[in-house]
């Protein structure tokens, strides 16, 4: 009998039942849209605003005139505390033409392709939430961001899927916990799958407090 816990541990992750019992249908999957997560902005860790300050000329060079260049308006004044930010304190970005500073005319995010154009990786400067959103990390369990369900279908996932959700998000789960950590989780899917597969566990994903703002 399978126990309706399905999720997993990874080094100080716990990775979410849902990962592995929801999903997309044919078809379906995140990051077909135009951006409409990063309309609110999003809270970075205190060295990832000082990795974007440090590159605040090339960025600058990829904003368009919805943006500011005025790099003392990138981010908001108050600092908060939350554990799931690797320096322990976090920061957001300021909304600016109703939508985050980083976000241009297009729907593109300056950070990424600032990046891309200077020769970087696409994520070199790219907050990590943002990397990894519709996936969360909330008290240290990775689950999925329920902020755009039932309103944009790239971004909803169900329990009848072609795509689990973890396969879906598998270069954004890579970023978080490696190639060993992403074929750990593969394992258990298979083993999952090797017996009764029907329950889904998504208790985890209450009373969460994700980092996109919106
Ligand atoms: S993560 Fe979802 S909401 Fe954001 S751009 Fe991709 S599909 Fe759209
Ligand atoms: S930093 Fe970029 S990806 Fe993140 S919310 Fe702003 S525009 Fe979107």
């Known amino acids: 009998m399978i126990t309706p816990d399905k999720s997993l541990k990874i080094d100080s992750y716990t990775m979410s039942g849902e ?33 974007i300050m440090a590159h605040r000329d090339l960025i600058i060079r990829h904003m368009d005139g919805t943006q500011t260049t005025e790099s003392s308006r990138w981010f908001e004044p108050d600092v908060a505390d939350d554990p799931d930010f690797p320096s ?6 300021q909304v600016i033409n109703d939508k985050c500073v980083f976000l241009d005319a297009g729907g593109r995010c300056s950070l990424q392709k600032a990046a ?36 944009e279908s790239c971004c909803t996932i169900g329990t009848s899927f072609e795509t689990p959700l973890f396969e879906a998000c598998r270069e954004e789960l890579v970023h978080l916990v490696g190639t060993e950590g992403y074929e750990a989780m593969e394992k258990h899917y298979a083993s999952l799958n090797s017996g009764q597969n029907s329950d889904v566990n998504s208790a985890q994903n209450s009373g969460m407090n994700p980092a996109m703002k919106s």
């Open 19 to 51: 990962l592995f019992g929801k999903g997309f249908p044919k078809g379906g999957g995140p990051c077909a849209c135009s951006s409409v997560c990063c309309e609110g902005g999003v809270y970075v860790d205190l060295h990832e605003r000082e990795v």
């Open 116 to 151: 891309v154009a200077e020769g970087m990786h696409k994520w070199a400067i790219k907050p990590l939430f943002c990397v990894l959103y519709p996936i969360e990390v909330t008290n240290g369990i990775v689950s999925f961001d329920e902020m755009l369900q039932n309103e």
């Open 88 to 93: 322990g304190q976090c920061v957001g970005t």
